[in-house]
């Protein structure tokens, strides 16, 4: 029933100039996630069997409600997992306390979401800089400097999310997510309350990061446009992985 | 950056930002004018009790130096009893009446000529000493401050007075009547509340006053000799728990708004809680920046409040010039913390609400 599609290696380099012996940096077995509605339970993942490789770009598709965001809450350790193991760089999350979870979350996890989710009173330059607050390195000024550039951001830093397109919103939610350096970035829909070509620009931005920097990049996405960018797709339904996008 | 973070959120809602703010003001204005009356008020009652000029005072058990509140009067025998002990020169024995039409007034029922034996007597700005039983004296800052002169006719305790003289300030009280006129009017005949005793010299005062001891069990003996150091507020039991519930009380209103507002702004701002887990934030961090905001909230808050209680002063010393309002840089620091630590406390529960917010839920919050 589950079955991971093969690995296509990364493009760049990255990976052999690292340890020869390669972990993978998430790795979920028999990983189920229970919601209790009321005295309802509604199981969102049943049996997740799923690995992903440093230096990835997986896409992960499926209809709505199959358990995708479900998926990455767990991964990134937003939500606790009801049964199996998930292992994140190494660190077994189900037997991590909230506290734990947390800090694993800041400092290997960044997340993008479709809302984008920046903070209102912030500007653009106080959105990036917050996780690196709360990072607890303070501010690289560098690091900063570097990857706004990259994201095309230098002219909007004084921004408050308010005054910014849904585009250079998004661009700055992947700023913060990636100023700490993490392991892995975890995009929920990141063009979903996009237009094409601002999901274009932001699609080849997760794909430059991947390429030129080696981030490993989980992104979930309704749109196989979208999924066109990543190095492998992986497609759920019901709560489990399937081998192939359902025929419709 | 949290601290752009508190600064900006506090900014984000200016009207409950600042109803939040008068709140703090409100509470630590009430505060330093509550016990800056209480104390400035006790102050003057003490500096005039010691500017009579006697060595002790003799109270029934448990009255208080705030010489209204005195309890019952005494026989007026013990007078007597007083002047037959060693040393002891003079004995006035004096009834205290609390008067409240136009403002509130202690007056003293004395007898002049024992009154003057102790306090070697009045400076008479205006006017001469009481004669009848209706004649009234009155000190100049009264007088000013009801705009009365001699001769007039004065209204107090149910009963038209004549103004016989003006005299300097600093004798007791600020109002005078004959010691039978006041005794018949609050019908406590042959009674007093208080007795004032020179001594035939001061150094005998402590000599005088072992010897009252066993025969006066219980009584208020009190030396007047640096009355008016010994006199604070927070040395008088009575007072003191009234000065506490009061800024209980005003402490609870600035705790209240606080919460309320900060239960609003963690409603409010779920999502953003939720984005700050999702960065990492633990719950410490969450907690820090929602303290951090009242906390600015509650500085401000102090500022205006330290502001209001003189502005408030000022108001009413042109009102009733004779009311003191003592604010001492003591009670400023003090309200200041007592507003500070309700602020936080007020807003802890909201900040712990927040910092166990479900991610997951927070982040799907619109
Ligand atoms: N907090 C919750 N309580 C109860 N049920 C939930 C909760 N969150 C999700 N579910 C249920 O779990 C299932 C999976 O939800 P999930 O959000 O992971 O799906 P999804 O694949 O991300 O869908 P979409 O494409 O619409 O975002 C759905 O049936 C959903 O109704
Ligand atoms: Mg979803």
């Known amino acids: ?248 | 950056m949290i601290r752009q973070l508190v600064v900006n959120n506090v900014l984000h809602r200016p009207i409950r930002t600042v109803v939040s703010i008068l709140a703090v003001g409100v509470e630590v204005a009430l505060v330093i004018l509550i016990v800056g009356l209480t104390s400035g008020l006790l102050q003057e009652t003490a500096k005039r009790i010691e500017g009579i000029g006697a060595d002790i005072m003799l109270q029934p058990p448990s009255a208080s130096v705030f010489l209204a509140f005195s309890g019952a009067p005494m026989p007026i025998k013990i007078a007597d009893k007083l002047r037959e002990m060693k040393y002891v020169q003079a004995v006035a024995p004096v009834l205290l009446q609390f008067s409240s039409s136009n403002g509130v007034d202690i007056v003293y029922g004395i007898d002049p000529k024992s009154f003057r034996d102790v306090s070697s007597g009045f400076v008479f700005l205006e006017g001469h000493d009481m004669q009848g039983p209706d004649d009234v004296l009155m000190d100049d800052w009264e007088a000013k401050a009801k705009h009365i002169a001699v001769n007039d006719t004065f209204r107090m305790l149910d009963h038209d007075f004549h103004v016989a003289g003006i005299v300097e300030h600093g004798k007791g009280a600020r109002l005078f009547v004959p010691l039978a006129t006041l005794q018949d009017l609050s019908g406590s005949r042959e009674k007093a509340s208080v007795f004032f005793m020179k001594c035939t010299n001061t150094e005998y005062t402590q000599a005088v006053m072992d010897e009252m001891r066993p025969v006066f069990p219980g009584y208020e003996i009190r030396p007047l000799k640096d009355f008016l150091s010994l006199m604070t507020a927070t040395n008088l039991p009575g007072l003191n728990a009234f000065i506490k519930s009061m800024i209980v009380l005003a402490v609870s209103v600035g705790f209240l708004v606080i919460l309320l507002s900060m239960y609003t702004t963690v409603i409010e701002r779920t999502r953003d809680i939720g984005v700050l887990k999702s960065l990492g934030a633990s719950k410490a961090y969450i907690i820090r920046g929602l303290l951090g905001e009242s906390a600015l909230i509650c500085l401000i808050g102090i500022g205006v409040g330290i502001a209001m209680s003189y502005v408030t002063r000022a108001a009413f010393q042109s009102s009733f010039p004779t009311l003191s309002i003592l604010i001492t840089p003591e009670w400023i620091v003090r309200s200041a913390l007592i507003a500070l630590a309700g602020g936080l406390l007020g807003a802890s529960y909201p900040a712990w609400l927040a910092s166990r917010k479900d991610a997951i839920e927070a982040l799907s919050y619109d």
């Open chain 1, 1 to 248: 029933m589950t079955i991971t599609t093969t690995i296509r290696p990364p493009a760049d380099a990255l990976l052999t100039t690292r340890d020869p012996i390669v972990e993978p940096i998430v790795v979920t077995e028999d990983l189920w996630k229970l919601y209790h509605a009321g005295k309802v339970e509604v199981p969102a993942l049943r049996g997740i069997n799923f690995k992903v490789m440093p230096g990835e770009f997986v896409s992960v598709m499926g209809p709505s409600g199959c358990g995708k965001s479900s998926l990455l809450y767990v991964l990134g350790g937003l939500a606790r997992a009801s049964r199996g193991r998930v292992l994140v760089n190494g660190n077994d999350l189900t037997a991590m306390g909230d506290a734990e979870r947390t800090k694993l979350r800041r400092d290997k996890i960044g997340f993008v979401f479709q809302r984008f989710n920046l903070l209102p009173t912030l500007d653009a330059r106080g959105n990036i800089a917050i996780a690196q607050h709360i990072h607890g390195h303070g501010f690289d000024a560098k690091r900063f400097e570097a990857i706004t550039q990259m994201l095309g951001l230098t002219g909007r830093l004084k921004h408050r999310p308010s005054e910014m397109s849904g585009g250079e919103q998004q661009r700055v939610a992947i700023a913060r997510a990636i100023i700490n350096d993490p392991k892995i970035i975890l995009a929920d829909e990141p063009t979903g309350n996009l237009d094409t070509q601002n999901s274009e620009i932001v699609l080849s931005m997760l794909s430059k990061l991947n390429k030129d920097l080696g981030q490993t990049i989980v992104m979930i996405t309704h749109n196989p446009e979208a999924a066109a960018y990543s190095s492998r797709v992986v497609h759920m339904r019901d709560g489990v992985i399937v081998d192939a996008a359902p025929a419709s």
